[in-house]
């Protein structure tokens, strides 16, 4: 086999190299393994482009959910059936961590090479791709308002310090927002909209504790405005999946859904931690369109 391994050196490049160079001396022992380091955006999806014009026949990507997102983007745009294996790395990793993947280099290996692949579902939003999670609101612009540099050196302690700062914004400055689908029309002031298409969502394990990545739908999580003591219940109870039952959340699936704000500012949105743009904006789904390799079988499948 010839396969391209991306790397995003800036998501935790020193802690794992010395597990990146094992895996990529393991796997060449038998195939071709040309490395590839990311420098600035988009380096990951343009080279996966290239990798796919030239007929690799597997892609293994080290980085987080942006570096992902960038190999969803080119396998959307290509509309490839590559294979894309996943290696946990960035400071963010919901993705592969929904998919369970192995960052033991033998265990990696092992998986990499029985290529026991699943085809799963990409979001769309008017050509741009993600495999995980779109988000609207004050929480949702953590993500991207904490820096490169400082991710990259506190890691997720970044995050949470950016969320401390906004614990005002949060329950002060919510978001009112119109949800159409084909079967309903909610308006909502918000404290946060979450458009996701895995259950693993910046850190939760059942943030959307109904959703699968092959089902062809959306799983929509709606955190309505309410006061602290509200807001906590809801939080609290997300550890375990119990909030979609709360009065103060809307949950529910589908494969399209428009959102506009009701207000005259604007309101931006977030896609995979990245900003993603100003409402309104219309989400749908690509029913398994990216192929991903596995170590074991996925729920559902």
């Given at each position: 086999m010839k396969i391209k391994f991306i790397i995003n050196p800036s998501s935790?490049?020193?802690?794992h190299e010395t597990q990146l160079n094992k895996i990529s001396d393991l796997i060449a022992v038998d195939h071709i393994v040309d490395k590839y380091f990311t420098e600035e955006k988009d380096d990951a999806k343009n080279e996966a482009i290239s990798a796919?014009?030239?007929?690799?026949?597997?892609?293994?990507?080290?980085?987080?959910?942006?570096?992902?997102?960038?190999?969803?983007?080119?396998v959307g745009i290509m509309k490839s059936k590559i294979p894309v294996a996943i290696l946990p790395?960035?400071?963010?990793?919901?993705?592969?961590?929904?998919?369970?993947?192995?960052?033991?280099?033998?265990?990696?290996?092992d998986m990499v090479l029985a290529q026991k692949t699943v085809d799963v579902d990409l979001g769309c939003i008017n050509g741009y791709f993600f495999?995980?999670?779109?988000?609207?609101g004050t929480?949702?612009?953590?993500?991207?308002d904490v820096d490169k540099e400082t991710k990259a050196i506190l890691g997720k302690l970044a995050y949470y310090i950016e969320g401390i700062k906004k614990i005002p914004d949060i329950f002060s400055k919510t978001t009112n927002l119109r949800i159409e689908t084909r079967d309903a029309v909610y308006e909502e002031d918000a404290i946060v909209a979450i458009i996701s298409n895995t259950a693993y969502i910046g850190g939760f394990k059942n943030l959307a504790p109904r959703a699968q990545i092959t089902d062809g739908y959306f799983d929509v999580i709606v955190i309505k405005k309410t006061d602290l003591l509200g807001a906590t219940d809801v939080f609290i109870k997300?550890?375990?999946?119990?909030?979609?039952?709360?009065?103060?959340?809307l949950y529910f699936h589908t494969d399209n859904l428009k959102v506009t704000g009701l207000s005259t500012e604007d309101i931006p949105f977030d896609i995979d931690g990245e900003y993603g743009g100003i409402l309104p904006v219309e989400f749908k789904v690509i029913p398994r369109q990216f192929r991903v390799i596995i170590d074991v079988k996925l729920e559902g499948e």
């Open positions: 935790g490049f020193q802690d796919i014009k030239d007929n690799y026949d597997l892609l293994i990507v080290s980085g987080g959910d942006g570096t992902v997102n960038e190999i969803a983007n080119a790395n960035g400071t963010v990793n919901d993705f592969a961590k929904y998919l369970n993947n192995p960052t033991d280099p033998l265990q990696f290996v495999a995980n999670v779109a988000a609207i929480i949702s612009e953590i993500a991207h997300t550890l375990t999946g119990d909030h979609i039952d709360n009065e103060n959340v």
